[in-house]
């Protein structure tokens, strides 16, 4: 072992020649001079402080030296700075063997403060020895056998068993803890034999301490559960991200919805609470977008148009809620993705993603119950399944809520979801699924209530609708540049309506779609995106009447039965190219989006109208160009969009064949811009705000000129304008309180061929759809504003209210009414613009209460929720007396308490 003597032997200011103050000059034997008998001689300051280490480095011992058993002292002369630093090493005294170089390269390693004098620090030199020296080698003492591992276990989240890692586990009373590992594991070592108690800490969930045995000799396995502080905050966890190619897609998570009163746990329910969507009659299912008509506007289940989303009594639709992963909502400016429409599109995303272990939920209200199964099956968990099914009972309450009314309805419905997801491995993606629904309108009257003059007529209304579907999906990531995504579909639409005993339509559809998109990326700048959305099949139909056109409305006619019948088929597949340009160098901040559609429609009728002849085919077709942009000017903070485009949509089914000629009509059209802006304010608030003009031309009308069995009942003659400001503002379900308000200005009119042929030379008439030649359309709200939000108070118990104003729908009014003899009934008769009345303004409060119930396997979830508690008078239309003297306005869905539970169950 090396050994540092520090020899103090001589200590020389290197500034001075001169010898220290303490010492005289000259010689040793030279006289000495008595202190103050001689004037002093030019001297140097005295060191106060000599030099020291600061930090030591022991040299390694030579191993040529230990081999031989050599000892000694390597005396050094060292040149030290003012600051410190050694500016230079002799050996005076070398000992050879390799002690002299270990010697000097461990100074050169030290750090050493200065000396210093009374002025500060000063440069010096001095000696001293480095001495090394033998010891005996002291052996490293054996670490200790660690006690063995007497406790182990797995620490797993109550309810969703998810295991839960960095959680701290210590025995009470020792020093003595673990901490769980990603799969909520952990291992104790040497824990006290005989009752311990474990506390179990963790941010996020309660602490808690648990009870267990440890046996001498033995490992005690434990499996603990902790409870989640708040499992609200686990449920809202995934915030939609904007696809690159929509301007306006507004989203809210599927919880945040499931808990605002009035949905019934629907998430599909939201679109009714967002900016540009109307308010429907009795809350039902129609979708009035920005001042376009109900079947103006698609609605897509995984990309796939269905004809309905909503069950017939509009309040919950034909998914699962626990199904549906997102719901996105455009109400307008988007891509060719979409078409066949010329008003809004919803798209229902479905989940790909299950739980592991697998989730049974059940759920009962006052309208229905539903039962649903979700999770990953197989060896590997590589095969998900999801199994959903509802069925309703509502018909045996309403009764009870229309109180004295003479209609009773009594809605029905059933509904079923299937759907498998296997893990495929090489970049495929594979989905099947299959759903359907099934529902029952019945209306009925009381026998002693006659429902006009006319006994063919008597009796119950009836409406029945059924949809079944199949839905594929297969998508390949081909190349790093190139993806392929394939939808086939197949479904089957039936409906049946039924007045009395002798008026009965039936209409049966069965219809394949196909969707196929190919993203080719060879540049981050450019993506090209070229697709097919073909839709084909075929159709039936048969109507009969117990009275014909010519004679309805006589009593005095002779019944001459009607009914046609029919069908044909129908195809109309639509190619379409979008491109996605970056200009900044293939950053999203700013995109440019020019897409182009090629819109088709195909008819045949292979039926017979009753005494005529096969109708003619019918073809029509379109191009729609669109161009969309966004810019963030402050990325992930303020962005603004624009979207400009053509909109093509065909014919109905009934408009486009005739009565017994062949079909004039062709597509309608809409021509639709959009402007706003973006702005994220803090990371829980943002807003957007929206401008959109659509301007509608060739509408299908009614043709007044209609003359019965061999002209066209329809015509392209119609006009529309809507036009109208967007707000939305949102606090993200951040921390405990979630919530948003929307409100619309907007102004929706129509023009039909006839009402006015010269609207002069004012330009703005015809921009804006005003004027004498322009009445309000039937779902003009010029005001609708709605607000909604929800709170999670401690221990799980939650609140939440919604808060609707809608200004009324336009009507018309009778004045009077004139006696027809010939029909033995008044007709109501009015004065003035059609439309040009207004009903009294919607209001409503909805408040909800819930509390989450949170065990080891299971969950329960009970509420109230209290339906319009707070509403105004919210006509839904206005029913006049026989003479059309007196009119009384019919009232809206009256106050309902709905009551239920939901359980989820984690086997």
Partial sequence: MAMLTLLMTTLIAAAQEAPGADEPAGTDDAPQEAPGDAPPAEEGLPIVEGPAIVEYVEAPYPPAARDQGLEGTVKLRIELTAEGEVEGIEVVEPLGHGFDEAAVDAVLEMTFSPARTAEGPVPVVFEFAYGFELRPETPEPEEAAPPPINVEGTLLEMATRKPIAGATIAVEGTELSAETDEDGRFELRGAPVGDIELRLLHVGHVTVTKRIEVTEGEVAVAKLWMRAEAYRDNEVVAIYEREKDEVTRRTITIEEVRRVPGTFGDPLKVIQTLPGAARTPFGTGFLVIRGADPEDSGVYVDGIRVPLIYHLTGTTSILSPDLVESVDYLPGGYSVKY?????????????????????????????????????????????????????????????????????????????????????????????????????????????????GSDQDTQGNLEVRYGSHRFIGRWKKQITDELAFEFVPSFGIDTVSTGLGQEFVLDTRNILPQVRAEFTYSPHPMLDVIPGIDALGGGYRFDFRSAVSFEAAGDPLAEREPVGFDGSGLLFSPDPYLRLNLRPLGGSDRWLISPSLRYSTAYFTTNGAITGESDVEPFYADAVDPRILTRFQVIPDKFALKAASGLYHQPPQGQEALGLGTQATVGFERSWSTTFGWEQRLTPAIQYDVDLFYRRMDRLIVFDEAFGGFGSNPFVNGGDGRAYGLEVMARHDPVGRFFGWVSYTLSRATRRDPGECVDEGSNPENRLLGTGPCWFAFDFDQTHIFSAQGGYNLPLDFGVSAQ?????????????????????????????????????????????????????????????????????????????????????????????????????????
């Fill in 339 to 451: 078409g066949r429409t010329m008003g809004g599109t919803v798209n229902v995303n479905t989940k790909s993603e299950f739980d592991e272990n697998g989730k049974i939920v059940w759920g009962t209200d006052i309208l229905d119950s539903q039962l649903y199964y979700e999770g990953r099956l197989g060896k590997n968990k590589k095969h998900g399944l999801a199994i959903g099914a509802r069925r309703s009972y509502i018909d045996l309450f309403i009764p009870f809520f229309l109180g004295e009314s003479e209609f009773v309805f009594k809605p029905r419905y059933w509904d079923y979801q299937v759907k498998y997801v296997p893990m495929l491995d090489n970049g495929h993606e594979l989905s099947l699924f299959v759903y359907g629904s099934d529902d029952l309108l019945r209306v009925e009257t009381p026998a002693d209530v006659a429902q």
């Fill in 803 to 907: 808060v609707q104003y809608v200004s009324g729908n336009p009507a018309s009014n009778f004045n009077a009414g004139i006696y027809d003899a010939d029909s033995d009934a008044y007709s109501g008769f009015r004065v003035g613009q059609l439309n040009q009345d207004r009903m009294p303004a919607f209001f409503q409060t909805s408040l909800r209460f819930d509390k989450l119930f949170t065990f080891k396997r299971w969950q329960l979830e009970a509420y109230v929720d209290l339906l319009n508690a707070v509403r105004g008078v919210n006509p839904e239309f206005t029913v006049y007396n026989y003479d059309f003297t007196e009119f009384a306005l019919v009232r809206g869905l009256p106050f309902i308490p709905n009551i239920g539970v939901e359980a989820k169950f984690y086997p």
